[in-house]
Nanobody, 120 residues
């Protein structure tokens, strides 16, 4: 079982920055893939960014160049640095971990989410 706890959300003005953190209850060096997703009111949850155990990253087009995902294996934490925030970035942000149990079986774990509101 993997527990994920997000933090760092809040209210920020357009153009501002926030850094989200996702602390895992286990060593993330063994977790194949971790990522950030978000869900705005009335919309489906969508991928924001992912990072593999090897450090490869992937971003949604809407955040590419503004957001940066990183991981600190020593702290068992994944971060999402968000710059140049826009009102459309307003959402609940969730951390996700994909854990390979055995070949062909992956367990997905989610955090409880942290609210990000971008408004003047």
């Amino acid at each position: 079982q993997v527990q994920l706890v997000e933090s760092g959300g809040g209210l920020v003005r357009p153009g501002g920055s926030l850094r989200l953190s996702c602390a895992a209850s286990v060593s993330i060096s063994s977790i194949n893939n971790m990522g950030w997703y978000r869900q705005a009111p009335g919309k489906q949850r969508e991928l924001v960014a992912t990072i593999t155990s090897g450090g490869s990253t992937n971003y949604a087009v809407s955040v590419h160049g503004r957001f940066t995902i990183s991981r600190d294996n020593a702290k068992n934490t994944v971060y999402l640095q968000m710059n140049s925030l826009k009102p459309e970035d307003t959402a609940v942000y969730y951390c996700k971990a994909d854990v390979l149990v055995v070949v062909g079986l992956i367990n997905n774990y989610w955090g409880q989410g942290t609210q990000v509101t971008v408004s003047s």
